[in-house]
Structure formats: C-alpha cells, structure tokens
C-alpha cells in the first residue's frame, strides 16, 4: 500500500511571484540567484534529475541548464497574503490563511505597553531587553550581557508575523523561558499575531553567545482541517519531523521527530522512511537554509547546504520503495542576495518522485495537498 513523503526544504523559492512587488520582493529568486552567485557551479544532480532548474525557469524565467527532469515537476505559487512559515505550510497541507497577519511597526519601542507590562508580570521582571525588528544572533551578541545583567528578556520581531523572546538557557532558565513564551501565546495569538517562539542561547560575555537547538515555536492552530487532520481521521499514521509539530500545534499528527540539527532530521527522515506503515503520511521541515544562511544573506553558506541536502535526498530516493510518493517543495522564499534579513515572496519548486514524469505546470500550493491525497486514496 502507498506511503507518502513531504519534504519541505525551507526557504528554497524559485522566483517568479506575480505579487512579489506588493512585497516589495520583485525580481527575489533564491535558487536563481544562489546559482548566479555560484557561476553556476551548484551541484544538485538529484534535485535537478527530478526538475528542479525546470521548475525555476518555469516560475521566473531564469535558465541554469538545460531540461534534464526525469521526475514529475511544477512550481506552486501561494494565495495567503504572508510570505511566512505558517502560511506556507498550512496552505501546502490544504487550508490557505484567509486573514491579515498582525506584523509589528518598525518602530523603538515595537510593541504595545500593554503587551510588554504583561510579559513583564509573566515573567516576574521589572522591563524586557529589546522591544524592536532586529536579527536573532546579532540581537543577543548585542544585548546578551545587559540580559545576564537584568535578567529581562529580550524580546523582537522581524518581517513575520512573530514574537520572539531570547533568554539564557542557565541564567534565565530554559523551562522558565518556554512557561514565559507558552503562556503569553494565546494573547499574541488573539491579536493575528501567527507565532511566539522561544529562543534560548548559551554562553557568556567572555567566550560570546550562541543559540540552542532548544527552539520552540507556539504558533496558532491551522483555521480548519488540513491534510494531516484528514489523514488520521481516516485511521491511518502521520509522522512529523523537525518544526512541523510547532507549526501545526501537533494537531493531526500521531509521532513526532526531532534533531539538533538539519543533519540529525535527515537521519530521522530516513529512519521514518524504513519504519512508516503503509497508508502513512510523512511531513518534514529542514530549516537550516533559512535560519543559518536565508536570513544571515549567507550566499555561499546557502549554496553548500543545497550541495548537502542534495546529497542526502539522493540517499532518500535511493531507499524508496515502489509504492512510495516523495514530494520536495519549499513553504516561502528568502533570497540570500536581496536587501534586508527577510523572507522573499516567491513561487517554489514541486518535485514528484514516484509519480511518473512529465510537468505539472504552475499550480497552487493547496494542489501538493491534493497530489497527496490522491496517491494515498483519499479525498481532500
């Protein structure tokens, strides 16, 4: 019987949004543009074997190679008027976000007073640290010691939908920080705003700070039924691996892998792969490419974990089974060469193995939803 696997490789857009510029994200396209960087020396054999240079030139025009697609391949173009990690996802799983997004002003101070004085008596402090858009590992090198100093949080937000809160994992404490983020949550949430996300981080003044892979998201429930729901209302397994359940609030799904990093999830996605029933559905997230290399404008950093995920997706279809569907696609963009720190709005890449091959043309991000759910005979 079928298995299906949704891969989302975070970040890796390809251009060609027809509302790029209401973001001011015209002309965005990472994978073009990390090739350009490259002088077209990036090395995915596998990903472009399924159509992934097809699938870019497809969404915006831009030719790495010539066709070489074996597998079946499309570009999806999203309707959520976000270009963020909830949006992305919960529309990829069928149900697009039919609401504007609470975004905080670029402004010092960023939040309301309100908001403040009650994180503040959460957390049992005087004032919080921050209160402004900034970049995560520039934010807590800047205001780590004043943090160790205080013991206020810091707390910021970017472009996204988010609020983020940063705290010692020993000083301020990890489970103190996670209380903080989780019971704050349901007023963001009331207010549209889509995630809070706890961000802990080791270190010293001395020796400098670094984040943890302690990172938790608490983001609002999906607005309706997704394909996950769909799937273990019909009796059969759905199997998450890495920040899916934070983004789903761990609605529809039965287990849950984690990893300290990319790397780590793989090995979990591969050890899904030999383990998960017939009739499952697997759903991972791989997030390095933004987190370390989108958000940081790391070109070459960008390119190597493509290289790296290339490689380890070549090990994934390798191990397939003949029944099994794996579908590689992206949830937003986040052009390393673009100005600012944020997510591009873009199309993505579609990348069907076990599928036959041929084109899928431009489709929606709700029509991964529905190739799912066809391979694994259900209605959706």
């Not at 999806?76 to 008027?81: G, I, L, N, Q």
């Not at 009796?235 to 300290?260: N, Q």
Request: proline share 5%.
């Amino acid at each position: 019987m079928a298995r299906a696997f949704l891969v989302v490789m975070d970040s890796v857009g390809c251009g060609g949004a027809p509302d790029a510029a209401d973001f001011g994200d015209e002309g965005a396209n990472t994978l073009g543009h990390i090739h350009a960087a490259r002088g077209g020396a990036l090395a995915v054999p596998h990903l472009a074997g399924l159509g992934l240079w097809d699938a870019v030139a497809l969404a915006s025009g831009y030719r790495a190679q010539a066709p070489v697609a074996r597998g079946l391949w499309g570009a999806a173009t999203e309707v959520s008027r976000g270009k963020d990690t909830p949006s992305g996802h919960w529309e990829l799983a069928g149900v697009p976000v039919t609401w504007d997004w609470t975004y905080f002003p670029q402004a010092v101070p960023a939040f309301p007073a309100d908001l403040v004085a009650e994180v503040c008596r959460i957390a049992g402090v005087a004032g919080i640290l921050g209160n402004c858009h900034a970049s995560g590992v520039p934010i807590i090198n800047e205001l780590g010691a004043e943090h160790l100093r205080t013991g206020w949080p810091i707390c910021y937000t970017s472009a996204d939908s988010v609020f983020q809160i940063a705290a010692h994992e020993k000083a301020f404490g990890l489970e103190r920080l996670q209380h903080l983020c989780r019971a704050i949550a349901p007023r963001l949430h009331a207010m549209n705003v889509g995630r809070v996300i706890a961000r802990p981080f080791v270190g010293s003044v001395a020796a400098g700070f670094t984040r943890t892979a302690n990172r938790h998201d608490y983001a609002m429930a999906p607005p309706a039924p997704t394909l996950l729901n769909r799937v273990h209302e019909a009796g059969d397994k759905v199997i998450a691996v890495g920040k899916i359940g934070d983004i789903f609030s761990m609605s529809g799904i039965d287990e849950l892998r984690k990893g300290k990093d990319d790397a780590a999830l793989f090995e979990q996605l591969m050890a899904v792969q030999r383990e998960a029933p017939a009739g499952s559905l697997t759903f991972a997230n791989f997030v390095e490419f933004d987190s370390l290399y989108g958000h940081r404008r790391d070109v070459a950093g960008y390119a190597r974990a493509l290289e790296w995920f290339d490689s380890a997706a070549g090990r994934f279809l390798a191990a397939m089974r003949p029944e099994d569907l794996a579908i590689f696609t992206a949830d937003h963009g986040n052009d390393p060469t673009w100005r600012g720190t944020d997510h591009t709005r873009e199309r993505v890449p579609v990348l069907v193995a076990g599928a036959g091959s041929g084109t899928l043309g431009l489709i929606g991000f709700t029509d991964v939803a529905g190739l799912v759910a066809r391979h694994l005979e259900m209605d959706f």
